[in-house]
């Protein structure tokens, strides 16, 4: 049993945006290739489950470990989380070569969001190891490197393009400072991948130093010829409020251009977007639900993290009873996460959630009685509250009590 409370609303979204036909078949391989938690599985194993928990709370080395022990007995999910943490460099050293295998294996089994990335990589000409998998290369890098050179006499702006990426981000002949040269001449020519793709950098802070300001500049440029992936930053950048004034218009008009012409990050976002706003207006009604799961999103989730706000929707949900938002609050409380740390709070919190049967309250009341977190130590109460939580199949919760003899 995994501890992702927020699971069962994700999935909800996703099934009730298909009844009402919001969005399409290909949007909601988007959203999963953006939120691969949405992905309605159930019945997980033990250890694909600590990889799903740890996936949503920290990126570490040992997250990356977990995941890979069940990626290897098989678990598409874990093979293609393991995928992406090496393509984003998550709790290890980022390496598109070690991600791409992993994500090929989860494709393999029908993964959608590992088929979408591969195919979103491919299409986007950035997948070089991708092609490289799937046509064993055609041209010797040399080769390669000599036609693009070649073009370059002929102030080819595509071909300037092509060479300062590869100079930039293809590890066999790395340069980055020639590979500025060239990303720089193409630009100069009007280039809208270049100019994309200067936005990125300074975006990054790689190879220049970090401008959101500048980054906004050549996004918008970009942008306002038609580049799709522009748009999509473009777009990123007005939600976020980085480099330029949060601008929520602003922000759905160029992520609409981009969804437009397929661009799926935008389309995930556009319905992240729709979300926020739908939840937002039913907390407003007094959904304590709605309230509990808004609050749980700011706070645990990527796509929306603003822990601030989230502990405000929270405590509405725990004002009201909800046995879910309590829990979580008292998480907080035990972790220091967004709130001083105060395990005596935890306990106070995870006991009110405990009381009302919420499963996962009871294995966190067990685990601090037999911890003495925050209460007085008492291994037959932790045993009690243990037991009550094993026998809703929670792995954590049996498992403590084989330790203790139980």
């Known amino acids: 049993m995994t501890f992702n409370a927020f699971h069962t609303g994700q999935c909800a979204i996703?099934?009730?945006?298909?009844?009402?036909?919001?969005?399409?078949?290909?949007?909601?391989?988007?959203?999963?290739?953006?939120?691969?938690?949405?992905?309605?599985?159930?019945?997980?194993?033990?250890?694909?489950?600590t990889c799903q928990t740890e996936m949503f709370e920290r990126d570490t080395a040992e997250t990356q470990e977990h995941?890979?022990?069940?990626?290897?007995?098989?678990?598409?999910?874990?093979?293609?989380?393991?995928?992406?943490?090496?393509?984003?460099?998550?709790?290890?050293?980022?390496?598109?070569?070690?991600a791409v295998p992993w994500l090929k294996k989860a494709a393999e089994q029908g993964h959608a969001?590992?088929?979408?990335?591969?195919?979103?990589?491919?299409?986007?000409?950035?997948?070089?190891?991708?092609?490289?998998a799937e046509t064993q290369g055609i041209l010797p890098r040399t080769a390669r490197l000599n036609q693009l050179k070649e073009a370059m006499g002929q102030r080819d702006a595509e071909a300037q393009y092509k060479l300062g990426y590869e100079l930039l981000h293809e590890d066999a002949w790395r340069n980055e400072?020639?590979?500025?040269?060239?990303?720089?001449?193409?630009?100069?020519?009007?280039?809208?991948?270049?100019?994309?793709?200067?936005?990125l950098l300074y975006y990054r802070g790689r190879a220049v130093a970090q401008d959101s300001t500048k980054a906004v500049?050549?996004?918008?440029?970009a942008a306002e010829q038609g580049h799709e992936e522009?748009?999509?930053?473009?777009?990123?950048?007005?939600?976020?409020?980085?480099?330029?004034?949060?601008?929520?218009?602003?922000?759905?008009?160029?992520?609409?251009?981009?969804?437009?012409?397929g661009e799926m990050r935008a389309h995930a976002i556009l319905q992240r977007m729709e979300w926020l706003k739908q939840l937002k207006e039913a907390v407003e009604r007094g959904d304590t639900e709605k309230q509990y799961r808004l609050g749980f999103g700011f706070i645990f989730e990527n796509f929306a993290q603003d822990e601030a706000e989230g502990v405000q929707w929270l405590r509405k949900a725990v004002e009201q009873g909800h046995p879910?938002?309590?829990?979580?609050?008292?998480?907080?409380?035990?972790?220091?996460?967004?709130?001083?740390?105060?395990?005596?709070?935890?306990?106070?919190?995870?006991r009110m959630a405990a009381e009302q049967g919420y499963v996962e309250a009871q294995y966190w009341l067990g685990l601090m009685y037999s911890k003495g977190e925050?209460?007085?130590?008492?291994?037959?109460?932790?045993?009690?509250?243990?037991?009550?939580?094993?026998?809703?199949?929670?792995?954590?919760?049996?498992?403590?009590?084989?330790?203790?003899?139980?």
């Open 14 to 49: 996703l099934k009730t945006a298909n009844v009402t036909k919001r969005i399409n078949t290909r949007t909601a391989l988007a959203i999963l290739s953006v939120f691969p938690l949405l992905a309605c599985v159930s019945d997980p194993s033990p250890v694909l489950n």
């Open 113 to 132: 969001a590992a088929q979408s990335r591969l195919e979103q990589m491919s299409d986007k000409g950035k997948g070089e190891n991708v092609k490289k």
């Open 324 to 350: 879910g938002a309590q829990t979580k609050l008292g998480v907080l409380y035990y972790r220091g996460q967004a709130v001083s740390q105060d395990s005596a709070k935890a306990v106070k919190w995870f």
């Open 374 to 406: 925050g209460v007085e130590k008492d291994e037959e109460k932790a045993a009690r509250w243990l037991r009550k939580a094993a026998e809703q199949g929670v792995a954590e919760a049996q498992e403590a009590l084989r330790k203790m003899g139980e």
């Open 217 to 221: 500049k050549w996004f918008k440029m």
């Open 177 to 199: 400072t020639q590979g500025m040269q060239w990303i720089r001449k193409a630009v100069e020519q009007g280039h809208a991948g270049a100019q994309t793709e200067l936005g």
């Open 67 to 98: 995941c890979q022990q069940a990626a290897k007995q098989g678990e598409a999910q874990a093979q293609y989380y393991v995928g992406m943490m090496y393509l984003e460099g998550r709790g290890v050293a980022q390496d598109e070569a070690q």
């Open 230 to 261: 522009a748009q999509y930053w473009l777009g990123l950048m007005y939600d976020k409020g980085e480099g330029v004034e949060k601008d929520e218009a602003e922000a759905a008009k160029w992520l609409r251009k981009a969804a437009e012409q």
